[in-house]
């Protein structure tokens, strides 16, 4: 069975770090484009964060770049996102999902794991 | 930045049509998927490519772009059907995924 399983997120308070992973499963890990989006409560889908198969192209959104790092093991089979310097707006579900190349469809999306920042 | 457009609600009645746009500059000339999500669950690739239909998507699902304008069209809609849906591209100019606002699909 195809699958991605997020893991990581939790409650931090501004200024803080968390590290997220993304374990997939039953697809070629190492030929896929890895991507990571979030969902703010109530709110629509936002891209974050996209790498190409074997990490040679790496692409974030503006309102992350400089403090989120994405990154992959694809010995591993797993994808994970840094996320440093974590202010409020930075709550959300974060979903990571896979792509036959940067500019495909994301095909095969994980359950999302929950990150809320907060004093 | 490249902005995707769609209407935040469209109503619809069992058995009837629904068309949901997603507009924006030269969208033609760009790839368009399209990506359902129910309440509490994660989003499900419906329509990818303008046009082409994910294994185990119903045929009632189609989508077409061009111009400045990408729809994705769901015919004989169902219950089942209501859901939040949204469109994504790609853009080239700035090496970023973007999605549109997304729409609430009613089943009336």
């Known amino acids: 069975e195809v699958q991605l399983v997020e893991s990581g997120g939790g409650l931090v308070k501004p200024g803080g770090s968390l590290r997220l992973s993304c374990a997939a499963s039953?697809?070629?890990?190492?030929?896929?484009?890895m991507n990571w989006v979030r969902q703010a409560p109530g709110k629509g889908l936002e891209w974050v964060s996209s790498i190409s198969s074997s990490s040679s192209y790496i692409y974030y959104a503006d309102s992350v770049k400089g403090r989120f790092t994405i990154s992959r093991d694809n010995a591993k089979n797993s994808l994970y996102l840094q996320m440093n310097s974590l202010r409020a707006e930075d709550t959300a579900v974060y979903y990571c999902a896979n792509s036959g190349t940067l500019l495909g469809a994301f095909d095969i999306w994980g359950q999302g794991t929950m990150v809320t920042v907060s004093s | 930045s490249y902005v995707l457009t769609q209407p935040p609600s469209v109503s619809v009645a069992p058995g009837k049509t629904a068309r949901i746009t997603c507009g924006g500059n030269n969208i033609g000339s760009k790839s368009v998927h399209w990506y359902q999500q129910k309440p509490g669950q994660a989003p499900v690739l419906v329509i990818y490519?303008?046009?082409d239909r994910p294994s185990g998507i119903p045929e009632r699902f189609s989508g077409s772009n061009s111009g400045n304008t990408a729809t994705l069209t769901i015919s004989r809609v169902e219950a089942g059907d209501e859901a939040d849906y949204y469109c994504?591209?790609?853009?080239?100019?700035?090496?970023?995924?973007?999605f549109g606002g997304g729409t609430k699909l009613t089943v009336l």
């Open positions: 490519y303008d046009s």
């Open positions: 039953g697809f070629t890990f190492s030929s896929y484009s």
């Open positions: 994504q591209v790609w853009d080239s100019s700035s090496d970023s995924v973007v």
